[in-house]
């Protein structure tokens, strides 16, 4: 039903070029975030969605419907592609109450005035602000705030909720909540969700799959957690996780073709690869999750540089050689500044990427 | 004990001193100005004890009465004008409103070429004196029904333009409109620049039309700056003096202003006074409702998005059309009212507009060649010209370094200070002079400074009254500019040079200031150029020792001397162009970014 497709989108301001030559699939009932640093594309992809933003060249389908074709010269207004839009300020009118801001769209669409208002009550009483309705919006808090336009937003029953960056104007405990929220909304309405963040655990939580951009070219297109396990480079894989993967460049020698050894500062490690890698290769960059460095009785020699336990866990930075990894150590534990201790890498799905960053095969330690 | 310690921490802040100080200071300049005034409507005047058969000094009410209740009297002093005021004024309003307005929209909503010509040229009307356009009209629509020769329309085209179209109401009210309108267009396009792209945004996906959007969310949220332009503009037109002067006396249509001035300069003081207390309580009201009607339940702060780029209303084939019609009309505002002037003044009979009529003896002409002006020498020959520029210049430069200096030290102790009583009290004293019609407001010094009062002599016709006046009317401009600026500046800022130890001296001229930079030289810029251009504030308290431009052009225009006037007005608006010219690029500060009427 509400399928969004889009076909070799690019769009360039004056020079710059924001989004380069996208194509993803949306799928219906999808929950999509757009991730990625700040000026990567991904606000302007979504308005580009929306029908705010023209693409400069490229094809926007909408239900197999095409909403937008640079070829074809077509351009359907926005107000007919049945688009939900959350802003990122809200954007609510400041001299409307909030039942007037709820109600806004549903009299565009002609209702009878008692559906309307069952409708923004019914709008109201999901959104927890039944208590609000003759209240103008500058006498609301943040949160309140938040939760008319989602009100508001989803009031017509929209089949595609595009959605930018809207959490990031709360506090952090109150972004907690209504992400819960907004997985229980996508639930409860099975419209598609596409969603703009920059934080990665909000993309990790709450997406089906994470569009990850940069510099206007798509990364990886998966759900969370393959691209957290097998990202396709360097870059994803240090984007997604807290605290970040131990991205070693390693001194390399193929032993056979599903065999390495890897060598950086007192760390010496053979590996067994999943897939083949190239022959001749000399150097690899190893990619190790925190929680996958464990504290053993024998192994690489690490020296402690800081401890941090937040009691659940203690996030530690090892120091080998002239560099230190992130590990994350599970339980009630500390240790000392400068202690001496020995690591083992647990996972056998370590990331092994070229040289150049390109994800080759995942990996575990002989042993 | 307890309150001396409490008066000395009071004492520790500075802020505290400026504004105890200040308040002492406005409140003499203003509060007591008013209540001597009010006075002096119920008092017997010199010139008018003979006529009341009272001793002088003694109580009446035939002042009030003669105004308001008086069958003969009262129609032609007070109701008449009073209703040619309100008639010009909402005029005013309305052409201000619609002209910047819609030049607003194209502007900044549109595709419509050379935007930027077309904002910088609309500006221009609003830098030069608000008479400009007027006396331009007149040069132009005259006609002799009236006496004196033809304007240029009727010397070109042999058609008298008609009394209702060349004098009165109607080009009163369009003059004053296209002056205040680039003030709306300042207002409305500032609102339609900043405002939030989503807000019209979040409509257009709730399936809303444009034509509902532009009803229902543009315009109401343009709303607040369409009303205060309307009541900013109404005060303003309702004390404008020099524009009716030009455009009303040649047909005796008289406003409120104008009767004010004759009437306080013929022997009905009492009846002046009674006048100008009338014309404050209108302008006193008019503001106070605007700052009511600036409301606060619905806030209107737009967080400006980040969607900046709106869609552009495209104006397809009428784009060109549009284009030249809108810088044409802006040429003819801006720019011919300047030709108009220097083609004016070298003309030798006035009427007569071919070259061989041309003549620069009004310029450099010595008293013997200008036998046909009263032996007046040109005006670049001219000592008593010469005196009235060194007049303007000196009152200006005086007036801005005091209004300035003292406005932004208001401001700061008024932010500073904020919530206080004493911080509200000194906020609505200095602004209070912005509410008072010019021209009321110096029929109040006249009223207080004609006489000795206390230590302080008479001070009428000296220079000093001239440099006080100048300095409370204006200073609220630069004590608005100080506020909204100070607002925007963290006190930590100042606290963390507190914190160790720099003195307040050193805070405010190493810190304060230079972060402020370009709102304290607005802060000189608006009242050097108001009162540069300022003819109703001081006509009724200049002597000819103290002659000012101005004034030396009022009494040009009086006695008919056109080419004098012409060429003296060129000069006013040439001096206030270049110099805001001049300050907007080296410092960014320009009048047009300020309040200002």
């Known amino acids: 039903m509400a399928k969004i497709e889009l076909r070799n989108i690019t769009k360039k301001f004056g020079g710059f070029v924001a989004v380069d030559n996208l194509s993803i699939d949306i799928e219906e009932g999808d929950f999509i975030t757009l991730l990625g640093p700040s000026g990567c594309g991904k606000t302007t992809t979504l308005r580009q969605i929306a029908g705010l933003e023209t693409p400069t060249t490229g094809e926007i389908l909408i239900d197999g419907q095409v909403v937008f074709s640079s070829e074809k010269g077509i351009d359907v207004s926005p107000a007919k592609r049945n688009c939900g839009f959350l802003f990122q300020n809200y954007a609510l009118w400041p001299h409307m109450t909030v039942y007037q801001n709820i109600a806004f769209g549903l009299e565009n669409m002609k209702w009878p005035k008692d559906k309307i208002d069952a409708r923004v009550k019914e709008m109201l009483a999901l959104l927890k602000i039944e208590e609000f309705p003759d209240r103008y919006p500058a006498e609301l808090s943040g949160g309140q705030q938040q939760r008319v336009a989602i009100a508001r937003t989803l009031a017509p029953s929209p089949s595609i909720l595009l959605m930018d960056e809207p959490l990031s104007n709360l506090d952090a405990k109150l972004r907690l909540e209504m992400r819960t929220e907004l997985k229980r909304l996508h639930h409860e309405t099975g419209a598609t969700f596409v969603y703009v963040t920059h934080d990665q655990l909000e993309a990790m939580t709450l997406a089906t799959k994470i569009c990850l951009l940069k510099n206007g070219l798509l990364q990886q297109y998966a759900p969370p957690l393959t691209v957290y396990n097998t990202p396709n480079n360097t870059f994803v894989a240090d984007f997604v996780g807290n605290p970040s993967i131990n991205l070693i460049e390693c001194e390399a020698k193929v032993l056979g073709s599903n065999k390495v050894e890897l060598k950086h500062g007192s760390m010496d490690v053979t590996v067994t690869t999943d897939a083949p890698v190239p022959e001749g290769a000399q150097k690899f960059i190893l990619g190790i999750r925190p929680e996958h460095i464990a504290i053993a009785e024998t192994g690489i020699p690490v020296t402690v540089a800081s401890s941090l336990p937040s009691g659940m866990e203690t996030n530690l930075r090892l120091s080998i050689g002239d560099r230190e990894l992130n590990s994350v150590v599970f339980g009630s534990i500390d240790y000392k500044i400068g202690e001496k201790l020995n690591i083992a890498f647990t996972s056998k799905s370590l990331n092994l990427f070229g040289e150049n960053g390109e994800f080759l095969t995942t990996c575990g330690v002989e042993g | ?597």
């Not at chain 2, 400009?132 to 010397?155: C, R």
């Open chain 2, 1 to 597: 004990m307890k309150v001396s310690f409490k008066l000395r921490s009071f004492l520790k802040k500075p802020q505290n001193i400026i504004l105890c100080i200040m308040f002492l200071f406005l409140a003499y300049l203003t509060l007591i100005p008013m209540i001597i005034m009010i006075k002096d409507t119920v008092t017997v005047h010199a010139s008018e004890a003979m006529r009341l058969k009272k001793p002088i000094g003694s109580f009446t009410l035939n002042h009030w009465f003669k105004v308001l209740f008086d069958k003969e009297n009262s129609w032609s002093i007070f109701y008449k004008p009073f209703i040619n005021s309100l008639i010009t004024s909402l005029g005013a309003c309305l052409i201000s409103l619609v002209v910047g307005g819609v030049y607003a929209w194209l502007i900044t909503r549109t595709n419509i070429k050379y935007k930027k010509a077309l904002s910088t040229l609309f500006i221009f009307p609003y830098i030069m004196p608000s008479w400009t356009l007027a006396l331009a009209w007149f040069n132009i629509f005259k006609n002799s029904l009236v006496g004196g020769t033809p304007g240029m329309f009727a010397s070109l085209t042999g058609i008298e333009p008609a009394n209702w179209f060349a004098y009165g109401a109607f080009p009163i009210a369009l003059v004053t409109g296209l002056h205040y309108a680039p003030f709306a267009y300042i207002n409305i396009g500032g609102i339609l620049r900043n405002m939030d792209a989503n807000l019209e945004e979040a409509a257009l996906m709730l399936k809303s039309t444009r034509s509902r959007i532009v009803r229902k969310i543009t315009i109401p949220m343009v709303l607040p700056a369409i009303l205060s332009t309307f009541l900013l503009v109404f005060s303003s037109a309702m004390s404008s003096f020099a524009v009716p002067t030009f455009l009303g006396l040649p047909v005796r249509y008289q406003v409120l202003t104008t009767q004010l001035y004759r009437t306080m300069n013929g022997s009905q003081k009492g009846q002046g006074y009674a006048m100008a207390l009338i014309m404050i309580i209108i302008g006193v009201g008019i503001l106070a409702f605007n700052q009511r009607m600036t409301g606060v339940r619905k806030n209107y702060t737009t967080i400006t998005g980040k969607s900046s780029n709106i869609a552009l209303v495209n104006l397809k084939k009428a784009r060109s059309v549009i284009s030249i019609i809108a810088i044409i009309l802006v040429l003819i505002v801006s720019v011919f009212p300047l030709i108009s002037f220097a083609l004016e003044s070298i003309i030798l009979r006035p009427g007569n507009y071919s070259p061989s009529n041309f003549t620069l003896q009004f310029w450099i002409g010595t008293s013997e060649q200008n036998k046909i002006a009263n032996s007046e020498p040109g005006i670049l020959l001219n000592p008593g010209l010469w005196r009235a520029l060194w007049n303007s210049i000196k009152l200006s430069v005086v007036c801005a370094f005091s209004a300035g200096t003292l406005g932004f030290l208001v401001g700061y102790a008024i932010v500073r200070a904020r919530g206080t009583k004493l911080s509200t009290a000194v906020d609505n004293l200095a602004f209070f002079p912005y509410l008072m019609p010019a021209m009321a407001f110096s029929a109040i010094y006249l009223s207080m400074f004609s006489v000795r009062r206390g230590i302080i002599p008479s001070l009428y016709g000296s220079f000093f009254i001239l440099v006080l006046i100048g300095t409370v009317k204006y200073m609220p401009f630069a004590s608005r500019a100080g506020i909204n600026s100070m607002m925007q500046l963290s006190n930590q800022i100042e606290e963390a040079g507190e914190i160790i130890g720099v003195s307040w001296w050193k805070r405010m001229t190493k810190l304060v200031v230079p972060i402020q930079k370009t709102s304290v030289i607005s802060g000189y810029l608006l009242p050097f150029i108001s009162c540069m251009r300022e003819l109703s504030l001081f006509v009724l308290l200049v002597t000819p020792q103290n002659r000012v431009l101005t004034t030396l052009l009022f009494q040009y225009n009086e006695k008919g001397w056109s080419q004098f006037s012409n060429g003296i007005n060129l000069l006013i608006v040439i001096i206030v162009i270049f110099v805001n010219t001049l300050v907007n690029k080296l410092t960014g500060a320009s009048i047009d970014k300020g309040i200002g009427g």
